[in-house]
């Protein structure tokens, strides 16, 4: 969002334009203003409502004809990756770097209005393209449409391994939401811890100066004031004793949280990596089982040829030779010529007859389509 401010035209403005995709609330941050304050106050230029950010958490003033950056916060400010130090002024240059606070959700980039860079071309970012995990089921294809128990078997591995993996990264996901979690929490109490010893300190201040003031004016009651200071200054230790001892107890609580979270990150990772390498063995031991069907099948199917063959060629001599005797016969007349077209077709047929018997199931099924196709 915009911030809008009356703008003075005696120096440049600038913007901060975000660099992180889930930062929907200010993506853009315009400084109009020769000292802009960014923080979680209200009174700041630009009020962010994040626990993640100071009160004041830095300023940005223009001198010299150029942006300077001041940081002011506990959680630090950014430029280039390299952190400030408290109260570090650093000059700015078009395309630098900001990160406010320890996350990457408010990283910008400073860039001049008139500069080069437009801000249309600097908000595109470029995600990285999803691989695609695709197994190699071109291998073979022929074979494993054949053999459809071993296809539904590899259907079944995948679609575990793809659950597996969904539930995984369902898993990683949750437990970095309750790191962030964690670590908003944390800042949350300390800020707390911060305005309640602040305030227990404004308010003994002003109570030690009343009784200051009755001091010195020689009220009767001097010992007694003085008995009063002295416990007000005794509650307040122990209070303040009392809001750091809670405060250790639930930074340790919550780093033992954050300490588990992690290595539950780590176990979750050791199985994802020991299902891709179960899976990698599989599809290499079926990779292999369909080379060596496939071998065989050739082997069969050349077998089943030459056998065929063999058997065609012995058929029509023995063809070749009936046919010869009963043309012999049919010429010295010694035959009627319709009794030797029945012997003829009788002998044909016996032929066909006994070549199919020497046919594998599979050649048999062949003959038929290509009977079939004749048709």
Not at 246 to 256: D, G, H, I
Request: charged share 35%.
């Amino acid at each position: 969002m915009d911030i809008p401010c009356k703008r003075t035209m005696d120096f440049k403005t600038a913007q901060l334009i975000s660099e992180h995709k889930a930062n929907h609330s200010y993506p853009v941050i315009k400084l109009d203003h020769s000292e802009f304050v960014i923080g979680r106050s209200l009174t700041a230029s630009c009020p962010i409502k994040s626990v993640l950010v100071s009160r004041n958490h830095c300023t940005f003033k223009y001198s010299n004809d150029s942006w300077t950056v001041t940081d002011l916060s506990s959680s630090g400010t950014f430029v280039n990756g390299k952190r400030l130090e408290k109260n570090e002024e650093c000059v700015l240059r078009n395309g630098m770097e900001v990160r406010l606070g320890q996350t990457e959700l408010f990283t910008y980039s400073f860039h001049l209005e008139n500069g080069d860079n437009s801000i249309n071309a600097k908000r595109k970012k470029t995600g990285s393209e999803e691989e695609n995990l695709n197994l190699p089921d071109n291998i073979c294809e022929e074979f494993w449409v054949n053999k459809e128990g071993k296809l539904k078997k590899k259907e079944i591995l995948e679609n575990h391994f793809n659950s597996q993996m969904t539930e995984l990264s369902g898993r990683i996901k949750q437990t970095q939401i309750e790191q962030t979690q964690m670590q908003s929490e944390r800042l949350r109490l300390e800020n707390t811890l911060d305005d309640k010893i602040k305030e227990l300190e404004e308010r003994f201040a002003s109570e030690r100066e009343v009784l200051t003031n009755r001091i010195v004016e020689g009220d009767a009651q001097q010992w007694q004031l003085q008995e009063e200071k002295e416990t007000l200054e005794l509650r307040l230790n122990e209070e303040k004793a009392q809001l750091t001892t809670q405060m250790e107890v639930q930074v340790k609580e919550l780093n033992s949280k954050i300490l588990e979270s992690y290595q539950k990150e780590l176990e979750l990772k050791v199985k994802n990596q020991e299902l891709q390498a179960m899976l990698e063995k599989e599809r290499i031991m079926y990779e292999k089982r369909l080379v060596e069907e496939k071998n065989m099948l050739e082997d069969c199917r050349n077998k089943s040829e030459a056998l065929l063959k063999g058997s065609i060629k012995e058929l029509e001599q023995r063809y070749n030779e009936d046919i010869a005797k009963l043309q012999n016969d049919l010429d010295s007349g010694s035959l009627e010529q319709e009794k030797m077209l029945k012997t003829m077709e009788l002998l044909e047929q016996n032929l066909i007859d006994r070549m199919l018997e020497k046919l594998s199931d599979d050649l048999k099924h062949r003959r038929q389509e290509v009977v079939e196709e004749r048709k």
